[in-house]
């Protein structure tokens, strides 16, 4: 089992009307903001502050680093078993609990896949 805060990533229009209702800003203000952003930059709207639980034994799991905190050569996350996100853990938890966020996939109100995901 692992807890995860959820937060929707916004860009484009969202992250503009975002800017708009919680920021005060302006919509040309806003819309200048987000298109001056980089392809890493977002806004993030963590309007939620609970914890989702997941079972990690049941969904498809892909990390950024081998059991050995090795990181893949190419940024695209690995496929990986339970045990080598425990061993990853023990080696080092940074690699798990801070380097990189993680992509949810929900299907049917089924959470199916869990990706840590590359972030410049």
Known sequence: WADFDFFNMLRGDSAVAWLVAHEGLS???AQ???DDFADSEFIEDNSDPTVTTIDL???ALHLMYFPDSTMVSDA???PSALIDLYNLYHVDPD???HSFFYYITV???VVVS???VYWP
């Open 27 to 29: 919509e040309a203000d």
């Open 32 to 34: 200048i903001l987000v």
């Open 57 to 59: 034994r049941d969904v």
């Open 76 to 78: 695209t996350p690995r």
């Open 95 to 97: 690699l798990v609990l």
């Open 107 to 109: 299907a049917e109100g």
């Open 114 to 116: 869990v990706d840590q």
